[in-house]
C-alpha cells in the first residue's frame, strides 16, 4: 500500500528567515506530485505540481519554490519568509495515469512571526 | 486561480436530514471529485466522477454533474454528527490529467 509523508506537522519561523517543507511517497512509482496552501478558513489554492524527477510546474509566483530531486520526494522552499507566508501546507500524490484521486498528507501549520 | 466554487460557504443542519452542497466549475474537465477535511487535518477522497457520468453513489453520498451547466452536487443523505466538516469539490482540467484544483469549501455542521 502507499503512505504519504509530510514534516513537520508544525513550524513557527521568523520573518526572513528560510524554509524547507519536504514529503515523501511510498509504494508507488512515478506519482504526480502537488503543493497546496491553505489560508484559515479559505480553500486549497494550488502552489506547484510535478509529474516527474525535476519537472516542476508553479501556479502562483510567490517567494516559494519547489524541487523533486527523487522520484518520491518532493520539497517546498523559500529563502526568505514573509508573514504572508503563514497558513496550513499540504503535500499531495496522485498515481501517474489513469483517472485517480489524490491523496493528502497531514499538512504542515507554518506561522511566520 | 481556483477552478470550483463551492455554495454555500456554510451549512448547519440537524442529525439525520439531508446535506447538499453545490459546485460551480468554469473551464472543461476530465473529472470533478469531492473531498472532506476535518479541521487542521488533510483531505480524504469522497468520490470520483468522470466528465462522462452524471450520477454516482457511494454510501449515503450522492454526485451528479452536468456538464453543460458547469456543476456538481453532493447529496449526504441521513447525516451525522460525525459528518461535521468541510467538503471540497476538486476538478482536473479537460486538457491535462496533471492539474488539480480545489474550490474554497463548504464548511458542514451536523448538530445532534
Known amino acids: 500500500s502507499q503512505t504519504i509523508h509530510q514534516w513537520p506537522a508544525t513550524l513557527v519561523q521568523p520573518v526572513g528567515s528560510p524554509l524547507s517543507l519536504e514529503c515523501t511517497v511510498e509504494g508507488t512509482s512515478n506519482p504526480n506530485l502537488y503543493w497546496y496552501r491553505q489560508a484559515a478558513g479559505r480553500g486549497l489554492q494550488l502552489l506547484f505540481y510535478s509529474v516527474g524527477i525535476g519537472q516542476i510546474s508553479s501556479e502562483v509566483p510567490q517567494n516559494l519554490s519547489a524541487s523533486r530531486p527523487q522520484d518520491r520526494q518532493f520539497i517546498l522552499s523559500s529563502k526568505k519568509l514573509l508573514l504572508s507566508d503563514s497558513g496550513f501546507y499540504l503535500c499531495?500524490?496522485?498515481f501517474g495515469t489513469g483517472v485517480t484521486e489524490a491523496f493528502f498528507g497531514q499538512g504542515t501549520r507554518l506561522t511566520v512571526v | 486561480s481556483q477552478q470550483g466554487e463551492e455554495d454555500p460557504q456554510a451549512l448547519s443542519i440537524q442529525e439525520g436530514e439531508n446535506a447538499t452542497m453545490n459546485c460551480s466549475y468554469k473551464?472543461?474537465?476530465?473529472?470533478l471529485q469531492w473531498y472532506r477535511q476535518n479541521s487542521g487535518r488533510g483531505l480524504v477522497h469522497l468520490i470520483l466522477?468522470?466528465?462522462?457520468?452524471r450520477e454516482k453513489h457511494s454510501g449515503r453520498l450522492r454526485v451528479t454533474l452536468d456538464t453543460s451547466k458547469k456543476s456538481s452536487s453532493l447529496l449526504i443523505t441521513a447525516s451525522r454528527a460525525a459528518d461535521t466538516a468541510s467538503y471540497f469539490c476538486a476538478t482536473v482540467f479537460g486538457g491535462s490529467n496533471y492539474k488539480l484544483t480545489f474550490g474554497k469549501g463548504t464548511l458542514l455542521t451536523v448538530n445532534p
Open positions: 466522477i468522470r466528465s462522462n457520468e
Open positions: 473551464t472543461s474537465i476530465n473529472n
Open positions: 499531495a500524490w496522485r
